[in-house]
């Protein structure tokens, strides 16, 4: 199920309502590459809504997140999962959720082993990276800075090669 992005509106306060996507996926259902169709297309929106355009480097760093998420999501717990998008005019958050209760524990970094790379690589794109456990699963979010700091360059350098 897929729940259409939202429509742009204030909250009578005069600050935008943050843009919203939601999708879930049944178990076996879920797919990294339709993870990051939704996440450039919901970035492709924003600017049709008011929202800031990201920058092309943020992009890619929301999709390498994305994947890396969605795809431990689909290797490490059973049932179904889920993604949520909401991006404001300073921050995008990519929150996947799944069914296991376990704390994700990274392997120690070794550019010599294949896999067990995606929580570093989430990381290392992400200003901030947060899991809460639930009774029925987890939810982890990344947070992705969208507008610049002071200087005008990116807040954050991207871990993707440019």
Partial sequence: MVVP???????????KTPLRYAAIWAEGAARAADARR????????APRTGHPAVPPA???DAELATSELVTNAIRHA???????????EQELTITVWDSST??????????RR??????HLVQSVS???VVALRATGKLITAHLPV???GGGGPAFPSAVPH
């Fill in 147 to 149: 507008a610049p700091l």
């Fill in 38 to 45: 939704a996440v450039r297309t919901f970035l492709t929106h």
């Fill in 102 to 111: 376990e704390q994700p524990t990274p392997p120690e970094a070794d550019p």
């Fill in 78 to 88: 059973p049932g179904t999962c889920g993604m949520t998008l909401r991006m404001s």
């Fill in 127 to 129: 200003e901030k990276v």
């Fill in 58 to 60: 943020v992009a890619m």
């Fill in 114 to 119: 294949v896999g067990g790379h995606g929580l």
């Fill in 5 to 15: 992005l939202s429509k742009h509106t204030t909250d009578g306060t005069g600050e």
